[in-house]
């Protein structure tokens, strides 16, 4: 049962093809994360109120349990997001702990805004980065395993914090954004928390310290205590939980983050991105928006374009026309500034990068016609994006015409 | 006494593990195998597994995954019974005999019918003559019609006029060891069981009911516990939604006094699954 890529589907409300990660449509051609939006829209009036309740509990029983430690953990990148969940946990009179994995991909601006926390929010901040030939290494590893030079940081932003917290006996972790909210994964009355299985599948795409010791890099198991998570008898006894914010208070990442730059000083990115419109995420790493990005569009056949439009398009920032338009000019962009950076810092050819990246198209978007990569765009109409590299024999995967 | 079971349960479709709401929304999760790893450090009583495919797709469709590609339901259920360290029941797309003795060949312990059993009734007698009744579960997706009154749902969709007490009742007779009774109007709506349903199936039965549909908390299993007779309490969506889940909700009701199994002491090894 193949999918026939001409006939690819998308929804009808966002921008999203029906083969976005963990996205479904339904029959009436909807995409699981509208049908989320509109639960969220329909929402009884005692939902947010409840919810806040629940946070209240949580807190006195943070407090209750840590006393003379921190009350919790804040995972932080730096960003919008990062400063909203401080800025709640100080108005709840929390007493937090700031902890950042580093992957060193920062741009100025986003460093900036990372250094600027410990003075604008006042608080305590652990920042652990790994040794920089070591993340080299991994930056390779993620790229020629799974198209994904990022990996590293998909996975220590996740495992490192809750070291922290269950090693410190720190009871609460409070992660931002309830990133299911991209495909519509969990429902609003689903109280979802922080768990290890989210992360192993979702974050870390089912790789783990096993697929990155014993091969031609030379890392070994001590190079990445980082990336195994405490084991289950320490969740239980130390009863540390990780929550999402977005959980508990509404969400709104366009608001957010002209409230944390007006009260807090935050910055936005200095130039514009080369493959979205938005100026306000991803600063903490500049590979986001870029070479890790534009492997989702080599993939999947979409991008941020397609990511930050579907979300403006449900949030009534964008009409579906604009948001087509953003995703025809932005997503399919090749990144220059960053992939010159990246093949520098990793010692690759733009060449070998080339070649990594078109071993990774998927058949249910892609097809071949006269050498040439084709997909079927957002607007109904088809486009090819460049010659074919991948050897002949492997023809057989996709659809040739 | 035999103890109460607590049994998670995993809906599978077109190769992605899914959330459920009213038979009609769903929401992926992730890949088929590593939920069941997940479960299996927990020491669940049982596991269910449920093949709700529409279509004949098992392709998870992702080459960046550390993934095996499976192609077909066999791949499946072999990958599903390696990481799986409790009895297994599986169920979904079972027409025959063979498609049982086929699914039993590869380590499952129990299976499921729902749309054969409806159509086929006789396979129900044959399949517990042959492989013993404690191997033939019936599953009963109850709905009320539009009077008010419960009718069954065969494979998810056709609302049948027969009452689920008389049609359990009679897979009873056919055989069948154990009856799965699911609300339909309760699935995923995570607003509590339909104790009253409950009821009213497991005090006209002798064989256990397994019931599933509306959790929402840990309160509503004990809800079923207190006030109905079925002898397990299931749920699909809650157990991913938290760390520990399974142990957590034992070890609640084993503090409460619940004659359920003592949760077993967690893994002190570090683990990223």
Excluded at chain 1, 11 to 34: H, R
Excluded at chain 1, 143 to 148: A, K, N, S, W, Y
Excluded at chain 1, 316 to 321: A, E, F, K, Q, T
Excluded at chain 2, 185 to 199: C, H, Q, V
């Amino acid at each position: 049962m193949k999918r026939d890529p001409q006939t690819i589907n998308y929804c009808k409300k966002c921008v999203y093809p029906e083969i976005s990660v963990n996205l479904v449509l339904d029959d009436e051609g909807i995409c699981s994360a509208c049908r989320l939006q509109e639960e969220f829209e329909d929402l009884n009036v005692d939902f947010w109120p409840n919810r806040e309740k629940k946070f209240a509990d949580l807190v006195s029983w943070a407090k209750a349990k840590s006393t003379s430690n921190y009350d919790c953990v804040i995972p932080v990148s730096g960003g919008k997001d990062s400063y909203f969940q401080v800025h709640k946990a100080l108005e709840w009179g929390l007493k937090p702990l700031l902890v950042t994995y580093h992957g060193n991909n920062y741009l100025p601006e986003g460093q900036r805004n990372l250094d600027r926390m410990r003075t604008a929010l006042g608080v305590d901040h652990l920042v652990f980065g790994p040794s920089i030939e070591n993340l080299k290494k991994l930056n390779r590893l993620g790229m020629r395993m799974m198209g994904d030079m990022n990996w590293h940081c998909h996975a220590g932003i996740k495992t490192y914090p809750m070291h922290v917290a269950v090693k410190f006996n720190i009871p609460l972790v409070i992660w931002g954004e309830i990133t299911w909210s991209i495909s519509g994964m969990f429902s609003s009355y689903d109280y979802v928390q922080y768990n290890k299985r989210t992360v192993f599948e979702h974050d870390m795409r089912g790789f783990t310290i096993k697929d990155m010791i014993n091969n031609e890099e030379g890392l070994t198991e001590k190079d990445l205590a980082w990336l195994v998570m405490p084991s289950d008898e320490e969740f239980e006894k130390t009863e540390t939980k990780g929550i999402y914010i977005g959980n508990f208070f509404k969400w709104d990442p366009n608001e957010h983050a002209h409230f944390v730059k007006e009260k807090y000083g935050f910055e936005f990115a200095e130039k514009p991105f080369e493959r979205t419109y938005r100026t306000m995420s991803n600063l903490d790493d500049m590979h986001e928006n870029g070479i890790h990005d534009y492997l989702k569009f080599i993939k999947f056949g979409y991008g941020r374009g397609t990511d930050h439009a579907s979300k403006d398009i449900r949030s009534g920032y964008l009409s579906r026309v604009e948001g087509v338009q953003k995703v025809l000019q932005y997503d399919h962009v090749k990144p220059t500034r960053d992939l010159a950076r990246w093949l520098d810092y990793v010692g690759m050819t733009e060449k070998e990068f080339d070649d990594i990246c078109d071993s990774f198209r998927d058949p249910r978007v892609w097809w071949i016609e006269n050498n040439q990569w084709m997909k079927r765009n957002v607007d109904g109409t088809v486009s090819s994006y460049g010659k074919v590299r991948i050897p002949k024999e492997k023809y057989s995967k996709y659809k040739v015409i | 006494m035999l103890k109460k079971r607590i049994i998670p349960v995993v809906l599978l479709r077109n190769g992605a593990i899914v959330q459920s709401r009213l038979f009609k929304r769903f929401q992926v999760l992730g890949v088929p195998s590593a939920v069941v790893k997940r479960l299996s450090s927990w020491a669940c009583d049982e596991l269910i597994y449920l093949d709700i495919s529409p279509g004949g797709s098992y392709s998870f469709g992702r080459e960046d995954l550390n993934y095996p590609e499976l192609s077909g339901i066999s791949d499946v259920i072999e990958l599903v019974s390696k990481s799986c360290l409790m009895p297994l029941t599986f169920g979904g797309g079972i027409r025959n005999i063979e498609d049982i003795r086929f699914r039993l060949s590869l380590g499952v312990d129990k299976i499921t019918l729902n749309t054969a059993a409806v159509e086929n009734p006789s396979l129900i007698s044959e399949a517990s003559k042959l492989f013993g009744s404690q191997c033939v579960v019936v599953s009963v997706d109850a709905k009320k019609n539009t009077d008010g009154r419960y009718c069954i749902l065969k494979g998810g969709k056709e609302l049948q006029d027969k009452c689920p007490v008389k049609w359990a009742q009679e897979v009873e007779a056919l055989g069948a060891g154990e009856i799965l009774l699911n609300s339909v109007d309760r699935d995923g709506t995570a607003s509590g069981f339909d104790l009253e349903l409950i009821e009213q199936v497991a005090s006209n039965v002798k064989i256990p009911v397994i019931a599933i549909g509306g959790a929402g908390e840990w309160s509503h299993f004990e809800e079923v516990l207190l006030q109905t007779k079925a002898s397990a309490v299931a749920a699909a969506n809650i157990f991913q939604h938290s760390e520990n889940s399974v142990y957590n909700l034992k070890k609640y009701l084993f503090d409460k006094g619940f004659n359920v199994r003592k949760p077993l002491k967690l893994s002190h090894l570090s683990s990223n699954l």
